[in-house]
């Protein structure tokens, strides 16, 4: 095939690819992997550039393939720190640096300075190195949310990568192939149309990704407390429909956990609305030790806060709540050198087996904490222990 017209329109796709994730950034700045994806572009588009000025110029041997190559082998290393980034490791231009020497002085030895097939052979290993290193960081994520957004880039990566290394032993294996510097011979049209496809959907990858993880971003957000980090009421529909709908499968315990601060008008009207609102995120992050680790917990009003309580003691629900009441009467909130005691009281209600939806539960852990504030606060009632249903109370 033509190697002019591949090489063009190798830059316009480059050009596509840096104006995207330019674009893209632009459109949202808190995803800067998207401005190294956006210089693997550019890097892209430079290694083109002087490939056609060295179609019409006689070029020095470090400019082309030289330079050209550092450019190329760039690219590749930066869509490798823009994955790093977005997985929240650090990009190490550092490396990029050495890289980029070290394929210069390469070009200066001997072997560089023979036919074409040579540096396909020097180079193939930096590639393949840097193509295996996105695949490999990209496979270790766990995040099943996101998992699904990174499996196209590990997979165009990979198959980059066994093109080029099919293509290297090929080559190795000693076939005499006549390639020379922008011919237009088979593997070197092969070649040139591979990086073609994997300039296309690199871009589309790096894209899906960021919008992928916008998108669980904002999911998040609009399902978390802002003050205290901890889910809300809206994410309780949604999980405790799910939790009320195994308790039904496998018959597990599910309790709901209710508890509000008490008197905490009179903190407010003491001390300020940002000192009510630091006994919020005191009592939650107190809160937080005494109830474990896969406690579902939601903030559902502005001092009331539940947890999903699950497991197969019954009594796992009260000793929860016991432990939480004592800890946060324990750890008073510090202000000004003050120490300001909170308390809340709590309502812990049990899923029956005639519930008909998880609400019913709710309702009674609501009507259990009502009870503790009636009966004095800074305590925890049970449904069906310290207030019984209606109808056995009655006969009682
Ligand atoms: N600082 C702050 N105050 C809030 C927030 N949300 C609700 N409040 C206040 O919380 C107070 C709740 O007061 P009440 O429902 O009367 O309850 P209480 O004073 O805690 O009394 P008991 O619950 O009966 O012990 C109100 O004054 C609300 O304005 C918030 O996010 N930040």
Redesign the pocket.
């Known amino acids: 095939m033509d190697s002019f017209t591949l090489v063009i329109v190798s830059a316009l796709v480059s050009t596509i690819m840096a104006a995207t994730m330019y674009l893209l950034h632009r459109a949202s700045r808190r995803t800067p992997c998207l401005l190294d994806w956006s210089a693997a572009g550019l890097c892209f588009l430079a290694s083109n550039v002087i490939a056609l000025l060295a179609m019409n110029t006689k070029l020095p041997f470090v400019v082309a393939p030289g330079i050209a190559n550092v450019f190329y082998i760039s690219g590749h290393y930066l869509i490798l720190a823009g994955v790093r980034r977005h997985l929240g490791l650090r990009p190490r231009y550092d490396w990029l640096a050495a890289l980029a020497v070290t394929i210069l002085l390469l070009h200066a030895t001997g072997f560089a300075h023979g036919a074409v097939s040579r540096r396909l052979l020097m180079l193939t290993p930096f590639v393949v190195g840097i193509n295996a290193s996105v695949v490999w960081l990209l496979a270790r994520q766990t995040d099943k949310a996101a998992r699904g957004s990174y499996l196209p880039l590990l997979v165009v990566e990979a198959a980059f990568m066994t093109q080029l290394l099919l293509r290297a032993l090929f080559i190795s294996a000693g076939q005499p192939i006549q390639l020379t510097f922008l011919g237009n011979q088979l593997w070197q049209t092969a070649g040139s149309l591979a990086v073609l496809a994997f300039l296309s959907l690199a871009t589309m990858c790096c894209a899906l990704i960021v919008i992928r993880h916008q998108e669980l971003a904002l999911r998040s957000a609009s399902l978390t407390d802002s003050?205290t980090g901890w889910l809300n009421r809206r994410a309780l529909l949604d999980m405790a429909e799910r939790e009320f709908q195994r308790h039904r499968r496998s018959g597990d315990v599910l309790h709901f956990l209710t508890f509000?601060?008490?008197?905490?008008?009179?903190i407010?009207d003491q001390h300020g609305?940002a000192v009510?609102?630091a006994a919020?995120r005191h009592v939650t992050n107190v809160a937080a030790q005494a109830l474990r680790g896969y406690d579902a917990r939601f903030r559902i009003g502005?001092?009331e806060f539940a947890a999903l309580i699950t497991g197969d003691d019954k009594l796992q629900a009260h000793q929860v709540g016991e432990r939480l009441r004592t800890l946060i009467e324990n750890s008073p909130l510090l202000i000004d050198g003050q120490r300001l005691t909170l308390t809340v009281s709590l309502g812990v209600a049990a899923c029956e087996h005639d519930d008909l939806q998880w609400d019913d539960a709710l309702r009674r852990a609501d009507q259990a904490l009502y009870h503790a504030?009636r009966h004095g606060?800074n305590r925890l009632s049970v449904y069906g222990v310290d207030l019984l249903p209606l109808a056995t109370a009655r006969l009682a």
């Open positions: 003050l509000d601060i008490d008197h905490f008008k009179s407010n609305h009510g609102d919020i502005g001092e504030k606060r």
